[in-house]
């Protein structure tokens, strides 16, 4: 699937814009300000409309997911990339699934001043996303000790509807089939909306100095107070950001989390902890293993397969002492996966590299991992003819997959 595309005026000068889903650096070519997108929990988006003059619009809300499903099987890992919709309410007449609307229509943000009346969700996205989970599942071997999302993308999206006679899809001005009767307006409480993207200058909160960064970036550098900004709702907050401190000629640096958890019921706190768990072939010196562990994941959006060799082997290595508090000095690839989407693959991660395996069906699903701290590590990769190499570790990114990464 296709990212969609949003109709969207400049905040500064009011010039039209066209965006993509995965967008939150807004650059105007005609004023030239740059400007975040942020908004307190995620966005929300309106299907175009053809109504009849002097009908009153009724948007309907759905769901919308993307993004990989991991499955923690007792064989391994299986993996399964759906983009869904789901409509958020219970009318019976109301279509189930918006199809391939959002791909092929341009959108809108949801802004207080448009007209209609907007139906308040009555199902939330934790119950639309467990059914999804349920449905995907099905067809996998059993037990599934652990589902995790990978590149998770969440949105709610309005689809306008009016009522004459009978019930009209107002995005094809159609009467939908499945109804017999008028608007089925019992019980689907709502209103004017109240939600709105926030457009912020993209000018560090330090110093004021311009923040670089791609057009899809969940991080901006300032290279003036040498600082990373990573939103945080409506806000901009300083994550710590690290590099490595061998000098390489790199082609492009690329950002990946450390993450630092308590674990229950097994200890996984030091080096020496997890060349127990891992049954590393290798003899842990005192000193080697004291070292705190820390789980890495990529930062970046990536097929799920590159995503878990990534993981894997960085987590196994443990590269954490070999770098130092500093920005990539070269070109660098942008962050696009949360930290929250990253904490939330960590159980899957650790399945990973469990061993016995045999023990993992008793331990997964009672098992909690509490991030406690978190920091962004940038690592030069040298470009060659079909890969990224990051020369240290030997690990290998294909630039077509990377580059077909840009969908999830």
């Known amino acids: 699937m296709t990212s969609f595309r949003i109709e969207q005026a400049c905040p500064q000068c009011g010039a039209p814009a066209n965006l993509e889903e995965t967008d939150r650096l807004f650059a105007c070519p005609f004023c030239r300000?740059?400007?975040?997108?942020?908004?307190?929990?995620?966005?929300?988006?309106?299907?175009?409309?053809?109504?009849?003059?002097?009908?009153?619009?009724?948007?309907v809300p759905y769901w919308r997911f993307k993004g990989?499903?991991?499955?923690?099987?007792?064989?391994?890992?299986?993996?399964?990339f759906i983009d869904v919709s789901h409509c958020a309410t219970d009318a019976p007449a109301i279509p189930v699934t918006l199809g391939l609307r959002s791909q092929a229509l341009k959108l809108k943000f949801v802004s207080p001043d448009m007209p209609g009346r907007f139906?308040?969700?009555a199902r939330s996205f934790e119950e639309t996303l467990a059914a999804f989970n349920r449905r995907f599942g099905q067809a996998l071997p059993q037990p599934i000790?652990?589902?995790?999302?990978?590149?998770e993308s969440m949105s709610l999206m309005y689809s306008p509807f009016y009522t004459t006679d009978k019930l009209y899809d107002a995005v094809l001005d159609r009467p939908v089939a499945a109804a017999g009767g008028g608007f089925p307006d019992a019980g689907l409480?709502?209103?004017?909306?109240?939600w709105g993207v926030r457009f912020v200058a993209a000018l560090c909160p330090a110093c004021g100095w311009d923040l670089e960064g791609a057009r899809n970036t969940l991080a901006?550098?300032?290279?003036?107070?040498r600082s990373v900004w990573y939103p945080a709702g409506e806000t901009l907050r300083q994550v710590e950001s690290a590099c490595l401190e061998e000098p390489v000629e790199a082609g492009l640096y690329f950002p990946f989390w450390q993450i630092t958890c308590d674990l229950s019921i097994i200890d996984l706190k030091s080096y020496a902890d997890l060349a127990r768990i891992a049954n590393l072939p290798k003899i842990v010196d005192s000193t080697a293993g004291l070292k705190e562990f820390r789980f890495w994941t990529p930062a970046f959006k990536v097929r799920a397969q590159v995503f878990m060799r990534l993981a894997e082997s960085l987590?196994?290595?443990?590269?954490?002492?070999?770098?130092?508090?500093?920005?990539?000095?070269?070109?660098?690839?942008?962050?696009?996966?949360t930290v929250a989407e990253a904490c939330e693959s960590l159980k899957v991660v650790l399945a990973a590299f469990f061993k016995p395996r045999q023990g993992l069906p008793e331990l997964l699903p009672a098992m909690t991992i509490r991030p406690t701290h978190h920091s962004l590590t940038y690592l030069p990769f040298i470009e060659d003819q079909h890969d990224f190499i990051q020369p240290q570790t030997r690990l290998a990114i294909n630039k077509n997959l990377l580059s077909l990464s840009g969908n999830l």
């Open 315 to 337: 987590t196994l290595l443990q590269a954490q002492d070999r770098i130092a508090p500093m920005l990539p000095p070269g070109p660098h690839h942008p962050v696009t996966l």
């Open 220 to 225: 901006m550098l300032c290279r003036n107070c």
């Open 119 to 121: 139906v308040r969700p």
């Open 189 to 194: 409480a709502g209103g004017r909306p109240d």
């Open 33 to 59: 300000v740059t400007s975040l997108l942020l908004t307190h929990d995620y966005f929300r988006y309106v299907l175009p409309a053809r109504n009849p003059a002097g009908k009153e619009l009724v948007y």
């Open 68 to 80: 990989m499903l991991l499955f923690s099987l007792p064989a391994g890992v299986e993996y399964k």
């Open 145 to 151: 000790l652990h589902c995790a999302h990978l590149g």
